[in-house]
């Protein structure tokens, strides 16, 4: 669906193997899947932030964590399929001494530690994933004075074929998270971004971003 639309570019196919065996193969599928650029949402974000430690979670490619790396972080990128984090490790050059590539299931393990940032880019699945209970996790290891960045479609793209598809609301996700007065919410809203789709048709895409903070 674009390489600037955060969705795959392949139809999307009915669930009949094991989650990873889905998105390895969904890899395979094709040379290059992402565009290779650090999404911006992330970017708008981390650029202000000292670095420290940062957790990917579904990092595919590997381009935000390179991006992370490229500026000071110690990064902790996490993806289900083998195949995308042979590429995002080939691609880090240098800076993969900067980057624990780690393959989790994050339905059945997650990674250990606490982090000063943890970011959930469009960790949409188009195989069974509890989505909420992984976002949890998520909120539960980051450190003391950390951010939480997810970044959600808000809708499908103009040009899509799955306009019916259940992407949650900012309130759905904030709400399904539950968190407690310790958090600080420092933006929850859907913001709109121009992109380019598949057959070069310009279209306007809705982004929902949640930056929370953790005061304690």
């Known amino acids: 669906m ?3 639309v955060g969705l795959p570019g392949l139809p ?5 193997s094991t989650a990873e065996q889905h998105w390895n193969r969904h890899y395979v599928e094709r040379k290059r899947v992402w565009s290779g650029r650090v999404n911006v949402r992330l970017a708008e974000v981390a650029e202000s932030l000292s670095p420290g430690r940062a957790l990917d979670l579904g990092c595919g490619e590997g381009a935000d964590a390179i991006w992370l790396a490229s500026k000071g972080w110690q ?7 083998g195949v995308a984090l042979a590429r995002a490790a080939d691609d880090a ?3 993969l001494e900067r980057i624990d590539f780690q393959r989790h299931n994050l339905d059945e393990s997650f990674p250990s530690g606490e982090f000063d940032l943890v970011s959930a880019q469009f960790l949409h699945s188009m195989v069974p994933l509890d989505r909420t209970a992984v976002l949890r996790k998520a909120a539960a290891a980051v450190a003391p004075g950390g ?3 997810i970044v959600d479609h808000g809708a499908a793209p103009p040009w899509s074929n799955h306009k019916d598809y259940p992407f949650p609301s900012v ?5 399904g998270l539950d968190l407690g007065p310790e958090w600080e919410r420092l933006r929850a809203e ?3 971004r121009e992109a380019i789709g598949p057959d070069g048709q310009v279209g306007r895409l809705i982004d929902n971003v949640m930056v929370l903070r953790r005061r304690s």
């Open 171 to 175: 309130d759905e996700v904030l709400a």
């Open 190 to 192: 859907p913001v709109e």
């Open 147 to 149: 951010r939480l960045v």
């Open 75 to 81: 990064v902790t990128a996490t993806d289900i399929s």
């Open 2 to 4: 674009g390489e600037d």
């Open 12 to 16: 999307w196919p009915v669930f009949d």
């Open 93 to 95: 050059g240098d800076l």
